[in-house]
């Protein structure tokens, strides 16, 4: 008799249902939720709670997508001329949370918008930092999927501006100030609050 390698019993995973992904997404919420309000939040943390006002949140989607990545179609055209190459450099809206560090480390961004949303936050959660570190302002937004819809994705964790048209730099400036209102003016502030419970300062 020639034994063979046992058969590998594999056991059929039943896939969940779309109604109970949402209701396992709620739990999860609703867990996240709880343990907010009762447990200490450290101040790095804290700091994402506060996020822009919608209406001015809404104005910087806006100025963002003025200068989105070109999609398909529109690489297309520009690689079909004899010189794809030809004219002035385009002004892009920067993606990535590495190669957003870089710019903010190399003092090349002007303007960095951070979501709060991001699972894990340690993703994002040292850019105030750094952003307060090498003075580029920055603001925090409440969803990443309005990130994310600027550049053409579902998500995005982190958007940058290098620059900006003359057109535009009246309303760029006055959302950077807006922003460092809330945000780089505040840091040494921010840093210090704990959230949740018995919520302090620190010395």
């Given amino acids: 008799m ?6 590998d019993k594999r056991t059929l995973k039943v ?4 109604e109970q992904v949402e209701e396992n997404n709620m739990l999860i919420k609703k867990k996240i939720e709880k ?3 009762s447990i200490k939040i450290p101040p790095a943390v804290n700091q994402f709670k506060t996020v822009l006002p919608q209406d001015v949140a809404e104005r910087v989607y806006t100025l963002f997508s003025k200068y989105k990545p070109e999609n398909r179609k529109e690489r297309y055209a520009r690689l ?4 794809p190459k030809e004219g002035p450099k385009p ?3 920067k993606q990535g949370i590495r190669h957003i560090t870089r710019l903010i480390e190399g003092k090349k961004a002007k303007f960095v918008v951070v979501a709060n949303d991001v699972e894990p936050l340690e993703v994002v959660l040292f850019i105030p930092s750094l952003c307060k570190k090498f003075n580029i302002p920055y603001a925090i937004v409440d969803s ?3 990130l994310g819809g600027v550049v053409n994705i579902k998500q995005s964790c982190i958007l940058a501006l290098c620059d900006v048209s003359a057109e535009d730099k009246k309303e760029f400036d006055e959302l950077v100030k807006i922003s460092n209102d809330m945000f ?3 840091y040494e502030h921010t840093i210090k609050l704990w959230g949740g419970p018995g919520k ?3 010395n």
Avoid: A, F, H, Y
């Fill in 80 to 83: 079909s001329k004899e010189n």
């Fill in 35 to 37: 343990l907010s309000t």
């Fill in 144 to 146: 990443k999927k309005s």
């Fill in 184 to 186: 780089l003016d505040q």
């Fill in 91 to 93: 002004i892009i809206t």
């Fill in 15 to 18: 896939k969940p249902t779309k």
């Fill in 200 to 202: 302090q300062k620190l």
């Fill in 2 to 7: 020639v034994l063979g390698k046992p058969k």
